[in-house]
């Protein structure tokens, strides 16, 4: 099975799990990271998450994989929070947090540059919409945006 049908599958399977214990699902990812494999489940809600409710989580999603066991190879599963750089995926990401600082980041360069500065419009029509700090208004292609991450300043 491929990487991307199993971040699919198990977001899927993770689902019902993580909103029954009142959470968000923000996001699902299957990595290698050198010689090892990396299921990785982010959870979220308003007032933070800590380790309790990763530990729950962990629990039950595992449970549930081994039930199914859609993973042919051996990896390490990860339960936590998305912290305050969370990327943002869905539709409703980029409601909430429409009017705050962005870095998106490209698969290819535009203008010999892959990084991006700005304060998030929206998603327009399937475009990833910022305005910089001189007010000038630049549109990506969804599909050819590799991230996009809030900027934390302390």
Not at 113 to 135: A, M, P, R, S
Request: aromatic share 8%; with cysteine; proline share 3%.
């Amino acid at each position: 099975m491929s990487k991307k049908k199993i971040d699919e599958l198990v977001a899927e399977m993770a689902l019902p799990i993580v909103e029954k214990h009142g959470y968000e699902l923000v996001d699902v990812e299957f990595v290698k990271e050198g010689a090892s494999w990396y299921l990785r489940i982010y959870i979220d809600k308003p007032e933070g998450i800590g380790l309790d409710d990763c530990q729950v989580v962990s629990e039950d999603v595992s449970a549930e994989l081994d039930k199914v066991d859609p993973i042919e190879q051996a990896y390490f599963l990860e339960v936590s929070s998305p912290g305050l750089d969370r990327p943002l995926k869905k539709e409703k990401d980029f409601i909430k947090y429409a009017g705050e600082e962005v870095e998106v980041k490209t698969y290819k360069a535009i203008d010999n540059t892959k990084v991006f500065e700005g304060d998030l419009v929206g998603l327009i029509d399937n475009k990833i919409v910022i305005t910089d700090k001189n007010g000038n208004r630049s549109e990506f292609e969804k599909d050819k945006v590799a991230s996009v991450k809030r900027v934390i300043k302390f």
